[in-house]
């Protein structure tokens, strides 16, 4: 399965005013980074992945259409999936691309 092009076209317009900004392709889906560090990825899987802080991993997967990220069979603490109905609006949308550029913008550059 394809990631959902119209979904990275309403993400793309979010961090269009973001600086450092990069679009590439991996894990099957359409990756958006901030200074090389990954921010949100479009998941071929339906939905985003979102860099979160760490610490912060728990408390967001109590909200409803999140879980956590597996890959390989292990979780990626500060790492989560949100399901598309988390995105369905561009409030719901919003707030987590920029709980992921938040999160990629605290990092070192790359």
């Known amino acids: ?9 309403r993400v793309r317009e979010l961090i269009a005013s973001e600086r450092g900004v990069d679009e590439k ?3 099957g889906g359409l990756a958006f980074l901030i200074d090389g560090n ?9 939905g985003l992945m979102i860099r979160v802080p760490p610490e912060k991993t728990d ?19 500060g790492w989560l999936r949100v399901h598309a109905d988390g995105v369905a ?3 719901q949308l919003s707030a ?6 938040d999160r990629a913008k605290s990092l070192p550059a790359k």
Not at 64 to 77: L, Q
Not at 96 to 101: C, H, I, Q, Y
Request: net charge positive.
């Open 59 to 77: 408390v967001l997967m109590s909200r409803e259409h999140v879980e956590p990220m597996v890959m390989s069979g292990r979780e990626m603490r």
């Open 89 to 91: 609006t561009t409030r």
């Open 1 to 9: 399965m394809a990631y959902d092009a119209g979904l990275a076209d």
């Open 38 to 46: 990954m921010a949100v990825v479009v998941s071929s899987q339906g």
């Open 25 to 27: 392709k991996m894990f």
């Open 96 to 101: 987590w691309v920029a709980r992921g550029v």
